[in-house]
């Protein structure tokens, strides 16, 4: 099942709407009016995103290349918990490829069992599994 948020908040599936909640967007059905932003709440992520005891800058090399990008991410210490590629830095591989890019580093066979990453075709968290090689989805992953 999937929906957009013009399906989800139009009247086509739903006959009374009080609410709707996601990404800021203007791109809401007519029905439900113009967005009403929560004063503050981009202050709010902006100031965590730039907070230095929750986010590190790291300079790379001028001749980084997307391998050598991830074979850092793989070989930090201290070891990184997530990556999160906002300037859209790592192209040409998708979401398994990365995952199955670090699962082989020797760093992280000592202590990550897999990989979760948003699926392409769906937006699907999912978990690369180290033991099987294998995907499944978070919510089966044990």
């Known amino acids: ?3 957009s948020g013009q399906e989800l908040g139009g009247s086509m599936l739903f006959g009374r709407r009080i609410g709707f909640s996601g990404t800021p967007s203007d791109l809401l059905p007519i029905e439900l009016g113009k967005c009403g932003y929560e004063r503050g709440s981009d202050g709010k992520m902006l100031h965590v995103l730039s907070d230095p005891t929750v986010v590190d800058v790291e300079l790379t090399p001028a ?3 997307v391998h050598s ?5 793989a070989n930090a210490t201290p070891r990184f918990n997530a990556l999160i ?16 890019y670090l699962l082989r580093h020797e760093a992280l066979k000592q ?8 699926s392409d075709e ?20 044990g």
């Open 1 to 3: 099942l999937s929906a």
């Open 63 to 65: 001749n980084w290349d």
């Open 69 to 73: 990008i991830l074979t850092h991410v």
């Open 85 to 100: 590629d906002t300037g859209a830095l790592i192209t040409g591989l998708n979401n398994q490829a990365v995952s199955e």
């Open 111 to 118: 202590w990550c069992e897999g990989v979760v990453y948003l």
């Open 122 to 141: 769906s937006d699907e968290k999912m978990v690369l599994v180290r033991a099987t090689g294998r995907s499944v989805k978070l919510s089966q992953c």
